[in-house]
Structure formats: C-alpha cells, structure tokens
Nanobody, 125 residues
C-alpha cells in the first residue's frame, strides 16, 4: 500500500514563500508522474502543477504559472512545490498525487492512482 505524505504547509503573509514536499512510503514512485492539487473551502479540487517521471516535462495551471515551481529528486524519492509570491487566494489544502499514466493526464482529468492526505497552506493579507 502506497501512502503519499505531504509536508511544508503553514501560515505565511501575502508575498511570502513556502516549499511543499511529498514523499511516498511503502515503495518508490520513480516512474510515476506526480502532481499537486488544491482545494479551498467550499470549492472543488483544482489542478496546480504536474511533473513527468524524469522531470523533463512540467505543467502548470495558469493561476500559478510564473509563481510556483514543481520539481522532483528521484534519488530522494521526493516531489517539491516551491510557491513564491503567495496570494490570499492560494489558501487551500494542497494534495500530492501520483499517476502511472503520463503527468499530463493529471492536468486533463485529475485522476491519480495515489493521493496524500493534504497539507494546509494559509496566506494572510
């Protein structure tokens, strides 16, 4: 059983930065596409970013493009989401996802094989 564990969330002022981490327990997900989603209170879960297993391809939602950067370190079996220039509207629970399909599939249908339990990100104005 694979479990994704997110960390790095917290409270930050607008304009600040946070880095989220996601690591699987139980097995390596080196050949899996990985992604981040978020869900704000009262809203549906939405795609944030995804990265191919090699790290060679990345995908971003328009509302985070230029501010967020997804990366992965396969030696450490960890995926990161560097979030800069945070805005209050970025406040949400952020979830890590893994897919055995292409990373772009996370953008197109949001269907991951494995999900984390989420980490809260709160941006104050």
């Amino acid at each position: 059983q694979v479990q994704l564990v997110e960390s790095g969330g917290g409270l930050v002022q607008a304009g600040g930065s946070l880095r989220l981490s996601c690591a699987p327990s139980g097995r390596t997900l080196m050949y899996y596409g990985m992604g981040w989603f978020r869900q704000a209170p009262g809203k549906e879960r939405e795609f944030v970013a995804a990265i191919s297993w090699s790290g060679g391809s990345t995908y971003y939602a328009d509302y985070v493009k230029g501010r967020f950067t997804i990366s992965r370190d396969n030696d450490k079996n960890t995926v990161y989401l560097q979030m800069n220039s945070l805005k209050p509207e970025d406040t949400a629970v952020y979830y890590c996802a893994a897919t055995s399909r292409t990373a772009s599939s996370l953008l197109s249908d949001g269907l991951g094989d494995y999900w984390g339990q989420g980490t809260q990100v709160t941006v104050s104005s």
